[in-house]
């Protein structure tokens, strides 16, 4: 029993360490639909469910709340669903929070206060570094101008250190068609569907952004979603039927000549949720 009691002390006051990377930079400005596939990613569905039942739609909103569990207590149809994917029910209709769902928030709490804290050192730096600027131009111009020149360098080293994070963006977004090909074959029409990079798409990546040109000609601007890129308007195009390099891969009889131009994806999909509204991918 006393070794026990010794490893749950020694558990409960470790510091566990949170890879505050995992988030960019305006992740405070994400909110509805964005903030839940946020959570969804770094927790679980459960775990979004359960903020947005609650109307917590921003990671501002999430830290200002001292206790996600507390709406359990409420009675409701809703509350009572998520509380059977989050919860042990016991017998006597009292409930126990499951330790992983517990543990997911905990995580949640742990990575945005770590992530606010870092954010507001580096502005409170920039300040500090802006002020002895601002005071020292008076006296001595040159060793400002030099001053503002070593901010300047620091800037630049700063901007690459982030463009060279671990994450292969390139090789995430071509994995990602390819685990779509194999997911939604049969529903375009083509059994053995298979999309080369640079032969039926081609992946443009500059400074935070990202681009996918198909091979009709038609291009997608790929919004940015944690540290990877969102593909979800160029999966869109492809399962318009409209796309004239999917048809030439389709069996011959399926085919209906149809003229591409050098038109945007995204127009496109502004035009198919003008017409038909959204189609799930």
Same mark, same amino acid.
């Given at each position: 029993?006393?070794?026990?009691?010794?490893?749950?002390?020694?558990?409960?006051?470790?510091?566990?360490?949170?890879?505050?990377?995992?988030?960019?930079?305006?992740?405070?400005?994400?909110?509805?639909?964005?903030?839940?596939?946020?959570?969804?990613?770094?927790?679980?569905?459960?775990?979004?469910?359960?903020?947005?039942?609650?109307?917590?739609?921003?990671?501002?909103?999430?830290?200002?709340?001292?206790?996600?569990?507390?709406?359990?207590?409420?009675?409701?149809?809703?509350?009572?669903?998520?509380?059977?994917?989050?919860?042990?029910?016991?017998?006597?209709?009292?409930?126990?929070?499951?330790?992983?769902?517990?543990?997911?928030?905990?995580?949640?709490?742990?990575?945005?206060?770590?992530?606010?804290?870092?954010?507001?050192?580096?502005?409170?730096?920039?300040?500090? @570094?802006? /002020? +002895?600027? &601002?005071?020292?131009?008076?006296?001595?111009?040159?060793? %400002? $101008? *030099?001053?503002? =020149?070593?901010?300047?360098?620091?800037?630049?080293?700063?901007?690459?250190?982030?463009?060279?994070?671990?994450?292969?963006?390139?090789?995430?977004?071509?994995?990602?068609?390819?685990?779509?090909?194999?997911?939604?074959?049969?529903?375009?029409?083509?059994?053995?569907?298979?999309?080369?990079?640079?032969?039926?798409?081609?992946?443009?990546?500059?400074?935070?952004?990202?681009?996918?040109?198909?091979?009709?000609?038609?291009?997608?601007?790929?919004?940015?979603?944690?540290?990877?890129?969102?593909?979800?308007?160029?999966?869109?195009?492809?399962?318009?039927?409209?796309?004239?390099?999917?048809?030439?891969?389709?069996?011959?009889?399926? @085919?209906? /000549? +149809?003229? &591409?131009?050098?038109?945007?994806?995204?127009?496109?999909? %502004? $035009? *198919?949720?003008? =017409?038909?509204?959204?189609?799930?991918?």
């Amino acid at each position: 029993m006393f070794y026990i009691h010794m490893i749950s002390t020694f558990m409960a006051s470790r510091t566990l360490f949170v890879d505050t990377t995992v988030v960019s930079s305006d992740v405070f400005t994400y909110q509805d639909n964005d903030f839940y596939n946020l959570i969804s990613q770094l927790a679980g569905p459960d775990e979004a469910a359960l903020l947005k039942i609650q109307g917590i739609r921003t990671v501002n909103a999430f830290l200002r709340i001292p206790n996600i569990f507390d709406v359990f207590n409420i009675n409701s149809k809703e509350v009572n669903d998520i509380k059977t994917k989050t919860c042990f029910i016991l017998e006597n209709d009292n409930y126990i929070v499951k330790s992983g769902i517990k543990g997911s928030i905990e995580y949640l709490r742990d990575l945005f206060e770590k992530k606010q804290n870092e954010l507001l050192k580096n502005t409170n730096r920039k300040r500090r @570094i802006i /002020s +002895n600027v &601002s005071s020292n131009t008076t006296a001595t111009p040159n060793n %400002s $101008l *030099q001053t503002i =020149t070593a901010i300047d360098t620091t800037v630049q080293l700063s901007t690459t250190t982030t463009l060279s994070e671990p994450t292969d963006h390139r090789s995430f977004i071509i994995q990602s068609v390819n685990e779509w090909c194999l997911k939604h074959a049969d529903e375009v029409g083509i059994s053995d569907l298979k999309l080369v990079e640079g032969t039926d798409y081609v992946v443009t990546l500059s400074s935070g952004s990202a681009q996918v040109r198909c091979g009709c000609h038609r291009s997608a601007r790929l919004p940015k979603q944690g540290r990877n890129f969102q593909l979800s308007n160029f999966y869109r195009h492809l399962k318009v039927r409209r796309c004239s390099m999917l048809k030439a891969k389709q069996p011959v009889h399926n @085919i209906n /000549s +149809n003229p &591409s131009n050098d038109v945007s994806i995204d127009e496109e999909i %502004s $035009l *198919q949720r003008t =017409t038909t509204g959204n189609i799930p991918i």
